[in-house]
């Protein structure tokens, strides 16, 4: 099993910055690839972005690219999403999940409890 925590959501202007943080822990969690998605009420859980823990090669959503940067320290078994330039439309649900890295949710096994980030216009 695999456990993740995610911390760092709130309340942000538009245009101001946040920084989620996943906490990761449990049986053989490195050896899967680590993603964000996002769920604003009444639509579908959508990708966000994804890293590799080994290598730490990466990508995105293009609604977020050149805005968010995912990144992760092996050390701290901690990934961060850093985001910047926040829109009203980033307002969602944050949820970090441990699986193939994909774009699609399904093909994540394991998932934290959420995170709000509310962006206020």
């Known amino acids: 099993q695999v456990q993740l925590v995610e911390s760092g959501g709130g309340l942000v202007q538009a245009g101001g910055s946040l920084r989620l943080s996943c906490a990761a822990s449990?049986?053989?969690?490195?050896?899967?690839?680590m993603g964000w998605f996002r769920q604003a009420p009444g639509k579908e859980r959508g990708f966000v972005a994804a890293?590799?823990?080994?290598?730490?090669?990466?990508y995105y959503a293009d609604s977020v690219k050149g805005r968010f940067t995912i990144s992760r320290d092996s050390a701290k078994n901690t990934m961060y999403l850093q985001m910047n330039s926040l829109k009203p439309e980033d307002t969602a649900v944050y949820y970090c999940?441990?699986?193939?890295?994909?774009?699609?949710?399904?093909?994540?096994?394991?998932w934290g409890q959420g995170t709000q980030v509310t962006v206020s216009s």
């Open positions: 999940a441990a699986g193939g890295g994909s774009i699609y949710y399904t093909d994540y096994k394991f």
């Open positions: 890293i590799n823990w080994s290598g730490g090669s990466t």
């Open positions: 449990g049986r053989s969690f490195s050896s899967y690839k």
